[in-house]
Nanobody, 127 residues
Framework: QVQLVESGGGLVQAGGSLRLSCVAS????????MGWFRRAPGKEREFVAT????????NYADSVKGRFTISRDNAKNTAYLQMDSLKPEDTAVYYC????????????????????WGHGTQVTVSS
């Protein structure tokens, strides 16, 4: 089992930045590929970014490409989502997710692939 706790959300003006953190416990983060997803009001949960357990492979939703950066520090059991140039449409609850994998460069944009989820952190971007 892996327990995930997100933090770093808040209220920010358009054009601003936030860094979300996701701390894992119960099993080393280094065994897991990580993903970030979000759910905006009235919408389905959607993919934001994913990173392999090695950190060498990553993928982003087109809507955040060039503005968001996913990273991880396995020594700290923490994954991050750096969000720059935020827009009002980025307002959502952000969730981190983990999947225990063998393949070093496994990544996925599909939420059904992930086994463990945090409870989410709210990000609100004002115009």
């Amino acid at each position: 089992q892996v327990q995930l706790v997100e933090s770093g959300g808040g209220l920010v003006q358009a054009g601003g930045s936030l860094r979300l953190s996701c701390v894992a416990s119960g099993r080393p983060l280094s065994s897991n590929a990580m993903g970030w997803f979000r759910r905006a009001p009235g919408k389905e949960r959607e993919f934001v970014a994913t990173v392999s357990k090695s950190g060498d492979s990553a993928n982003y939703a087109d809507s955040v490409k060039g503005r968001f950066t996913i990273s991880r520090d396995n020594a700290k059991n923490t994954a991050y989502l750096q969000m720059d140039s935020l827009k009002p449409e980025d307002t959502a609850v952000y969730y981190c997710a983990a999947k225990t994998v063998i393949a070093t460069n496994w990544i996925s944009a599909s939420l059904i692939e992930y086994d463990y989820w945090g409870h989410g952190t709210q990000v609100t971007v004002s115009s």
